[in-house]
């Protein structure tokens, strides 16, 4: 089922719901405090993306915003998504959707969780919820982009890793291919995650060298598709051949384990940008 919406777009109840159980099942996966982590990132950095862009015409009520904090918390796993569907078909852009109506929804979430008027249990479905409605509206948010010029890519190693040989050499020869490679090495998890907020780069290559840095990983894909929800982002590294089904559970654009492979997935991911599906 899908709606229609502003932009002649449809919202994608299936994905919606698809990307919910991903997300639920990831979370179970990971370690207890890795998903608290994930939760107060959502909660703390989704309300920060507010008025970073104007939303004239835009305005949603109190009552919108804690009807949809509800739904997101609520046992209907559509609820939250059929809301915002119901705000696309009336005529919100889907970027006032998130900088308004959805963030301040996960600020009320947040400040009902301090206030312990919703337990951790709560928190964990609403913000799945939160992530499946951003996982949805990146590819319609992405339509925004002017005409692009020049291949460039943002390489990074996940906070933590120490194996950084094969992101370094994979960058040169992306160089040697005729990218502009941005490489960010040895990091912090709050560097990166302003740099990409910062800058919103067009493409994100991340890399990890093992299982180790799954919870690191996930956390940063999270944030970085909540700080720039039109960047797409690619997954390297031996991460991939030993994670692959952790890894597809957070909605990455793209991943690959061997170089040539992976220079073929960043040109798709770029050319797809240029003329969009």
Not at 239 to 264: N, P, Y
Request: proline letters at 3%; aromatic letters at 6%; hydrophobic letters at 45%.
């Amino acid at each position: 089922m899908s709606t229609l919406g502003s932009g002649g777009e449809l919202f994608q109840h299936d994905l919606y719901e698809k990307s919910v159980k991903e997300t639920k099942t990831l979370k179970a996966r990971l370690p207890a405090s890795a998903v608290e982590s994930l939760a107060r990132e959502v909660l703390s950095r989704l309300p920060a993306q507010f008025g970073s862009c104007p939303t004239t015409g835009s305005t949603f009520s109190t009552e919108m915003v804690e009807e949809l904090a509800q739904a997101l918390i609520s046992d209907d796993d559509g609820a939250a998504g059929r809301l915002v569907s119901t705000q696309q078909a009336a005529g919100h852009s889907e970027r006032s959707i998130y900088l308004t109506y959805l963030a301040e929804a996960a600020r009320l979430l947040g400040s009902w969780w301090e206030a312990d008027t919703v337990d951790f249990a709560q928190v964990t479905i609403g913000t799945a919820r939160i992530y499946a409605i951003l996982r949805v509206l990146a590819p319609l948010l992405r339509r925004d982009h002017c005409t692009l010029t020049g291949k460039t890519v943002l390489m990074c190693s996940v906070p933590g890793e120490t194996h950084t040989l094969g992101v370094k050499m994979a960058a040169d020869l992306l160089r040697a291919d005729g990218w502009a490679v941005n490489l960010m090495l040895d990091e912090t998890h709050d560097t990166l995650v302003e740099k990409v907020a910062k800058e919103k780069p067009v493409l994100i290559g991340l890399s990890a060298a093992g299982s180790h840095a799954m919870p690191n990983l996930a956390r940063l894909i999270m944030v970085i598709r909540i700080s720039s929800p039109d960047t797409s982002i690619f997954v390297g590294g031996h991460i991939v051949a030993v994670s692959a089904d952790l890894l597809k559970l957070t909605g990455v654009d793209a991943m690959e384990v061997e170089f040539e492979a992976s220079q073929t997935a960043l040109q798709r991911l770029w050319d797809n940008r240029l003329s969009p599906s």
